[in-house]
């Protein structure tokens, strides 16, 4: 959809014009899964599709939300702006963001018309609510004049996943669609929060995403079991040597720990984060140094840790990067984001493109009965203001 054919939307949904446009993206994580949450490094970045936030003043004392996508609607008295809606509301998202401006004592004087559209694929693994989440704080931000910086405001949408949608995810997902940049990755540590941007400048290869169509199911279950799994090992290490975070293991260290971990599920979610910390801290310096082919191998290492170890991948993702594997041209193929369904992120060799897509979409097919969809992944900007 175009802007004009959004602020037509919103005059067909409200009979009145929007007074401000915002945008924040979705993400893809190219390497550095399930670290987040563990203090360790992240590598996402922020892409060209992701969620606006079209909206206008009312004189209604009324929170008012709608969505293109979704036929749902709601209409909120500001007096209610801090209560979780039930049955798994979308509307919780933007309000789960509201009610933390609420709780920092950020005072509402009247109400808001809110219109959404995405056009990241939902339960795709690319992060769409986090998108919805940083559009939101992004635009309260702005209109109510609290100044927060973007890191802040990626905390609020992080706070408003843990509170409203009962996810108890980590930081990487609404800090890159916070400070995302156009043609860049962000590499993060999520102890400590400092980033750099490292270009993504790559020759004749390009970043395909591919969509398993099979919903991730990112809710407070299986994801959740793993963050206790990984807070289950801290405990039992610290016993031997004190530690906060996974992330503090280098993997010599872990190799004296380990058999304090007497959980073996545990003992393998630990392998696998401590494992992944050194792949990303390794992928960003062969990135740096143009060993492209070492940063595919990297990922497909990531991809088998997270199948093996840490048992988020499934079937899907399973089949979708391990055709993957077989094609020449593919420096490497791995699982994006949370798993359990969602997509992979593959780095391709131009030429091999078209047969990758090929040859992947076919023996997805032969596999699991399911359709693949495959981006090219355009890497853009942050939250901003489109109007
Ligand atoms: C989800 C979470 C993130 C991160 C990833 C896995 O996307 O929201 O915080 O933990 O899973 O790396």
Redesign the pocket.
Known sequence: MTIEQLTSAYKAAYQKSATDIFFSPGRV?LIG?????NGGF?FPCALSFGTYLLMAPNDEQKMNFRSLNIDATYSLPLTQLTEVLPNKAWANYPLGVIAQFIKRGVALTHGYDILFWGNVPAGA?L?SS?AMEVVTAFAFNELLGTGYDRTELAKIGQKAEHEFAG?M?????QFASAQGKQDHAIYLNCDTLHFDLVPIKLEGIKVVIANTHSPHH?DSGA?NDRVRQCQLAVQQISAVRPIKNLAELSQADFLQVETVITDPVAHRRARHVVGEVQRTMDAVQALQQGNIELFGQLMTQSHISLRDDYEVTGPQLDALAEAAWKIDGVLGSRMT??GFGGCTVSLVKDEAIPTFIERVGKEYTEKTGLKADFYIAEIGDGAHRVR
């Open positions: 994580n899964e399930h670290t987040d949450y992240v693994g992060s986090a996810v995810c980590g930081i990487m997902d990112l994801y984001g949370g």
